[in-house]
């Protein structure tokens, strides 16, 4: 998700000044004129973003639209800054206006219109990081923010209608040495250009290929695992590339360019590792097509109106299309389905034709707009934006909006374990685990993925009655499966440590075991023998096994689709998923469940204390029993400890296997 830079806007209404192209030192006959092939490029990258997003099928990898921009605007930027360097014309103050005319006025426009459509339509908690982001992408910062705010209670892409300006703040973050590092190299190394600008981007792309893997979104959002992306279009434009002389030549590059693109667009998708190596082809591709386009046929087809005309409006189009999405899917409180999706793709092209009209090209022309009135309305904007993120941000999540029903639902958002921020990952932390209970020595322990956090507490809550304790050991995304390391390697390490600390302590005798088994990922046939082969190694040790069933995930976020239904006076309609759905998601799991109780493995099941009547139960006694969309809240949770309980039968031969767990636990 990233931005255009900047575009080929003279060509569609100046007299012929380029705009763009690489320095003289490595001009070609199409260096400097109107490239109508880079307008239709970005129609390539704008349109896959726009389609990603908008769930259209056959675009899973669209993503890889940003990298494009990345790389064109690298290109043409880069273009400027050396031409006018070299000819000792260059002006940061001129470099800089540019840059505001281009990218200021439709930005500001956007986060006002965001802000307002937020401040009517989010509910608290999901308002609350809006003036947040807001601010930082005024600030050229929302990859900074984006990249901090995470966490279970941060909110997804769904809550964030600023999420796609992080390009915008890497490409100006970027902009803000370059043209010194450019300026520098002319002064003191100007026959070290290339060699310095290649060493930077094979800095920057080593670094993300050794961080491909990192989960905190480092590689993702920050600017030295993407400047190599803009780097690649740098290095074309300053000649690093030898011009190429045989049609064939750029033909086959053109086609080889064309494929690198669609490709990844159409093979890539939310699993696939990025960025990092898989970034590689759609870079090369979008540098082959700057580099050998013109003059071919893949140059004649980018050039055709239709995708110029989008390319114009791919700047625009990019700011509205995913508030747009965000907005109509908050408000209809699911995906965009057939007719809402290209209703929504049609009202992004409207308004990006309405912003490229009315806002971008007024401001770009020096006979509306003086140099010292874009720097004057930058300021105002900027200050005004500032001044109305602040205040939203002052009155909290504006709950006065609302109903108290609405404000209830919605509060269950906050309805998880007290305990959670203190004693959740704690192996990872390299902290403690918590005792949670009594003030005694534990006899229990709970082992498992987030999904344990708040049944943990659920079971504290009736052991402190009883005067007993237990440990919890919870590590996010890691089911309590011993050699399991599909999602973090450290899964495997924890899960030894585990087990390590139950061998140790004797006075442990009975073991609940909880994850997401329902995520479509744990109910895999070999994924279920590696759990009943630790369920035999923790009998092996003589200690109960107490297994915690799955717990039926929701295709909404539970807290904010009940607010929504208590907005509209209709809570009674208030529905899970089926029964029969979450069952044929663990056929594999369940498969084994009469033999471990026959075993004598106790089972709790969320599915007999949520689904018992038809359609699983997502609310009781006012109360939502998620926090979100998976996650059981204290009160789910407290439900299913009272009402999933399923004991072995008592006349297994083998359940007494083990030495019995005291029978006034939980």
């Known amino acids: 998700m990233t931005a255009p830079a900047e575009s080929n806007w003279q060509g569609f209404w100046a007299k012929g000044t380029p705009m763009h192209g690489p320095v003289p030192m490595a001009a070609t006959d199409h260096s400097q004129r109107y490239r109508r092939d880079i307008d239709g490029l970005r129609a390539l990258a704008i349109l896959p973003v726009l389609l990603f997003h908008a769930h259209v099928p056959g675009f899973s990898g669209g993503y890889v639209g940003v990298d494009i921009f990345f790389v064109i605007s690298g290109y043409l930027i880069t273009g400027i800054l050396a031409r006018d360097i070299d000819r000792d014309q260059f002006s940061l103050i001129r470099f800089y206006e540019r840059r505001f005319r281009r990218i200021i006025p439709a930005l500001a426009l956007m986060i006002l219109a965001t802000l307002a459509i937020a401040a009517w339509l989010c509910f608290p908690g999901d308002l609350e990081g809006v003036p947040r982001s807001a601010l930082a992408a005024t600030l050229f910062a929302s990859n900074l923010w984006f990249f901090t705010d995470t966490g279970y209670f941060a909110g997804?892409?769904?809550?964030?209608?600023?999420?796609?300006?992080?390009?915008?703040?890497?490409?100006?973050?970027?902009?803000?040495?370059?043209?010194?590092?450019?300026?520098?190299?002319?002064?003191?190394?100007?026959?070290?250009?290339?060699?310095?600008?290649?060493?930077?981007?094979?800095?920057?792309?080593?670094?993300?290929?050794?961080?491909?893997?990192?989960?905190?979104?480092?590689?993702?959002?920050?600017?030295?695992?993407?400047?190599?992306?803009?780097?690649?279009?740098?290095?074309?434009?300053?000649?690093?590339?030898?011009?190429?002389?045989?049609?064939?030549?750029?033909?086959?590059?053109?086609?080889?360019?064309?494929?690198?693109?669609?490709?990844?667009v159409a093979l890539y998708d939310r699993a696939t590792i990025f960025p990092g190596l898989a970034a590689l082809p759609p870079v090369l591709g979008?540098?082959?097509?700057?580099?050998?386009?013109?003059?071919?046929?893949?140059?004649?087809?980018?050039?055709?109106?239709?995708?110029?005309?989008?390319?114009?409006?791919?700047?625009?189009?990019?700011?509205?299309?995913?508030?747009?999405?965000?907005f109509a899917e908050y408000a209809t409180d699911a995906p965009l389905a057939r007719g809402l999706r290209w209703g929504v793709i049609a009202a992004a092209l409207a308004i990006a034709y309405l912003s490229w009209r009315y806002v971008e090209r007024p401001f770009r022309d020096r006979s509306r707009v003086s140099g010292k009135?874009?720097?004057?309305?930058?300021?105002?904007?900027?200050?005004?934006?500032?001044?109305?993120?602040?205040?939203?941000m002052a009155m909290g999540g504006w709950p006065s909006r609302f109903s108290a029903p609405v404000l209830a639902q919605i509060g269950g958002r906050n309805d998880f374990s007290p305990t959670r921020k203190q004693c959740h990952d704690t192996y990872?932390?390299?902290?403690?685990?918590?005792?949670?209970?009594?003030?005694?020595?534990?006899?229990?322990?709970?082992?498992?993925?987030?999904h344990g956090v708040e049944l943990a507490y659920a079971l504290s809550l009736k052991a402190k009655a009883q005067g007993r304790a237990l440990v919890q050991r919870t590590t996010s995304s890691c089911p309590p499966v011993l050699g399991y390391d599909a999602r973090d390697p450290r899964c495997a390490a924890a899960n030894r440590a585990a087990l390590a600390a139950l061998r140790a302590d004797p006075a442990i005798r009975r073991v609940y075991l909880a994850a997401f088994w329902a995520n479509g990922d744990f109910d895999a046939p070999g994924f279920v023998a590696k759990l009943d082969r630790t369920i035999a190694a923790i009998r092996r040790e003589g200690r109960q096994v107490v297994l915690i069933g799955p717990v039926p995930p929701q295709p909404f976020d539970v807290p904010r689709h009940l607010a929504h239904l208590a907005r509209a006076g209709r809570l009674d309609e208030a529905r899970g998923v089926s029964l029969a759905w979450v069952e044929a998601r663990t056929p594999h799991l369940r498969a084994l469940f009469d033999r471990w109780r026959r075993r004598g493995v106790s089972l709790i099941s969320p599915l007999a204390a949520l689904c018992a009547s038809g359609p699983c139960a997502i609310e009781a006694d006012g109360k939502p029993l998620y926090f979100d969309s998976h996650h059981l809240s204290v009160a789910g949770a407290l439900r299913v400890i009272r009402d999933g309980a399923i004991q072995p039968p008592s006349h297994s031969p083998r359940a007494a296997a083990p030495p019995p767990a005291p029978q006034r636990g939980p």
């Open 156 to 264: 997804g892409a769904d809550v964030k209608p600023l999420l796609h300006t992080w390009s915008l703040a890497v490409e100006e973050q970027y902009y803000i040495g370059f043209p010194l590092l450019l300026m520098l190299l002319a002064r003191y190394a100007p026959r070290w250009r290339t060699a310095a600008l290649a060493t930077l981007a094979a800095l920057s792309l080593a670094l993300a290929i050794l961080m491909q893997r990192d989960t905190s979104g480092f590689t993702f959002y920050l600017l030295p695992t993407r400047a190599w992306e803009l780097f690649a279009g740098a290095l074309l434009a300053i000649g690093a590339v030898p011009a190429i002389r045989r049609r064939v030549v750029a033909e086959l590059l053109a086609c080889a360019g064309l494929l690198a693109i669609a490709l990844p």
């Open 286 to 326: 979008a540098a082959a097509l700057l580099h050998a386009a013109p003059g071919t046929s893949v140059g004649r087809l980018l050039g055709r109106p239709l995708l110029v005309g989008i390319g114009l409006l791919s700047y625009s189009l990019y700011l509205w299309h995913w508030p747009l999405i965000v």
């Open 373 to 392: 009135g874009i720097f004057r309305f930058t300021a105002a904007a900027m200050l005004l934006l500032c001044l109305a993120s602040g205040g939203l």
């Open 428 to 450: 990872m932390r390299g902290a403690r685990p918590c005792i949670l209970g009594a003030q005694v020595a534990p006899d229990a322990m709970l082992w498992g993925d987030s």
